[in-house]
């Protein structure tokens, strides 16, 4: 009987550890690191105080590394307020006898940054000005996470 006792205490211990490493901010989101602050995420912020709850060691250490390493925080989506149109460089080219590896290699030489855009989550608008620009902008960055922008 006791002998079965310290076995599901040492199954539950090695349960709630396992559980508090996956609740470590720095292995859930590893591309946060360098963060210096912003609104604390709930999920990780919860699953490290889960080890406050069991064991006051893992979850202070959860918590140390969390906000050292800034994995706590939320990223930071810049919204309009960020984008500058005099920022903005317009390059000119002829629509009409522009192909799309055209496209692709003028992008690449004006900023530098290769892109595909054949792939399924790039959109292709015509754009009239530079504030259709900060349009389309406002309708799409509300809803991007991880994604990259290319101006054409």
């Known amino acids: 009987m006791v002998k079965t006792l310290g076995n599901m205490l040492r199954v539950f211990i090695c349960a709630v550890l396992t559980l508090q490493l996956v609740g470590c901010g720095t292995l859930m989101y590893p591309e946060r690191r360098g963060q210096k602050g912003g609104r604390l995420d709930v999920g990780v912020t919860v699953l490290d105080a889960v080890g406050l709850l069991f064991f006051i060691i893992p979850g202070v250490i959860a918590f140390c ?88």
């Open 65 to 152: 590394v969390d906000f050292g390493n800034g994995t706590i925080y939320l990223p930071e989506h810049r919204v309009m307020n960020s984008l500058n149109i005099k920022d903005f460089r317009e390059v000119k080219f002829d629509p009409k006898h522009t192909s799309m590896a055209m496209l692709e290699r003028i992008i690449k030489d004006q900023t530098g940054c290769s892109v595909k855009l054949d792939q399924d989550n790039v959109k292709i608008s015509k754009l009239k000005s530079l504030n259709d620009m900060v349009v389309q902008f406002a309708k799409v960055l509300p809803v991007m996470q991880n994604d990259r922008i290319a101006l054409l």
